[in-house]
């Protein structure tokens, strides 16, 4: 290690002999530990150094190596290709400031915490190829504002959601199983809009579904239904409407929303809510009508009854003794009883002026009392 690093050493004396515009070409400190089966990150390193390879060793970058490397503020490049490192945990890089290119590769990363490349604002290249990356959540590079490089070959990823990298000149994404369905048209319309460069078109192609296979991710012909999902198509059509509206009567408008909804059938939901409430409905009047329905047979049979008039009271007179042998014809009834019936019948005489005289009223007590 120490003979490696050994020209760095009189780096400050050779700089002096150098004029000022060839200094800042002769800053590098180079210090290459590949292949030497390091399991963690050596702290004896000269601080220094500015680039860094610790490839195809057996470094996880747990918690040891990311302390160890913040003593490193001076590297511009780190390269931990081919290592045993399976999660990116946050800051594991944060003391980093100067680093421009980190290459990542080949390596077992199935996560990346979100706040994994915090603290690395002059990043150029992030190189996180050939890993077992399932899903990259756009956030994580927000902290690499000058990130103009972004390699994920070979890696797992089948959707990509487009992060905000605003000085992003090349993306690498070939060897993914791509599925180029509905979403992949975001991706495909930020290619289309933008000045990003996908290295190695043509061999960055689908894998899903079976109909776009072989095709560029960048040129797949979106499906039909696909456009649906998208606000762009709904407002372009609302336009239309308006317009059409504002250039037309309200009864052409009102002809052509009628016949819009006539086209669309009704779905499964609909018609079960209409059998619903229909149902509803049907019991709730026939529970009424069974509530009711007494009620207004009580109230018929009320209005039947009047007081009596005089003509019908004679002509009920009448009706009894023109038919005397109604009485007779009566079965089984006593001599009592006919006169009790009898009686009752005729308790009441029509008097001289008019009046009814109801011969329960004693006349004695009410001579009396006049």
Same mark, same amino acid.
Request: proline share 4%; with cysteine.
């Given at each position: ?5 050994? !020209?760095?050493? /009189?780096w ?43 490839s ?18 001076? #590297? ?34 199935? #996560? ?20 077992? #990356? ?15 490089? #972004? ?8 959707? *990509? ?7 992003l ?6 060897g ?10 975001? !991706? ?25 296979? /072989? ?41 052509? !929303?009628?016949?819009? &909804? ?6 499964? &939901?609909?018609?079960? !809510? ?31 009854h009047?007081?009596l ?9 009448? &009706? ?7 009485? &007779? ?15 009752q019948?005729?308790? *009441? ?5 008019? *009046?009814i ?14």
């Open positions: 290690m120490k003979t490696t690093c050994i !020209l760095a050493s /009189f400050p004396l050779y700089v002096l002999l150098l004029p000022e515009e060839s200094r800042t070409s002769q800053t590098e400190v180079k210090c290459n530990f590949t292949e030497k089966n390091y399991s963690l990150i050596p702290a004896d390193i000269n601080k220094d150094v500015t680039i860094l390879d610790l195809y060793n057996q470094i996880t970058l747990n918690i040891t190596d990311t302390s160890v490397l913040q003593v490193y503020f001076s #590297l511009t490049e780190l390269y931990l290709i081919g290592n045993n490192i399976i999660i990116l945990h946050n800051n594991s890089f944060g003391n980093l400031s100067n680093l421009n290119i980190l290459n990542i590769c080949r390596n077992s990363i199935h #996560l990346i915490q979100q706040g994994a490349f915090i603290g690395l604002n002059k990043l150029r290249q992030l190189h996180l190829c050939q890993n077992k #990356l399932l899903h990259l959540d756009p956030d994580i590079f927000l902290p690499l504002r000058n990130l103009q490089i #972004l390699n994920l070959q070979g890696n797992l990823i089948s959707s *990509f959601h487009v992060p905000q990298l605003f000085h000149e090349v993306i690498i994404l070939y993914n199983p791509w599925n180029c369905s509905c979403g992949l048209l975001n !991706l495909q319309n930020w290619f289309n809009t933008s000045n990003v460069t996908l290295e190695n078109e043509n061999i960055t192609t689908c894998s899903y579904p079976d109909a776009l296979k /072989f095709y560029s991710i960048k040129t797949a012909p979106s499906m039909a239904e696909c456009y649906s999902k998208f606000p762009s198509a709904p407002s372009k059509e609302l336009s239309i409407n308006f317009q059409s509206i504002g250039n037309s009567t309200f009864n052409s408008s009102l002809n052509n !929303l009628t016949r819009n &909804s006539e086209h669309e059938p009704l779905g499964k &939901s609909w018609a079960f !809510l209409i059998g619903v409430v229909v149902t509803v409905l049907i019991t709730s009047l026939i529970i009424l009508i069974a509530i009711k329905c007494p009620l207004w047979y009580n109230l018929l049979l009320s209005y039947n009047h007081l008039q005089e003509h019908e009271a004679e002509s009920y007179d009448d &009706s009894l003794t023109g038919n005397p042998s109604s009485l &007779s014809q009566m079965p089984d009834t006593n001599s009592e009883d006919t006169t009790v019936i009898f009686e019948l005729h308790s *009441f005489v029509v008097d001289d002026d008019g *009046f005289e109801d011969k329960y009223i004693d006349t004695h007590e009410l001579h009396e009392e006049n």
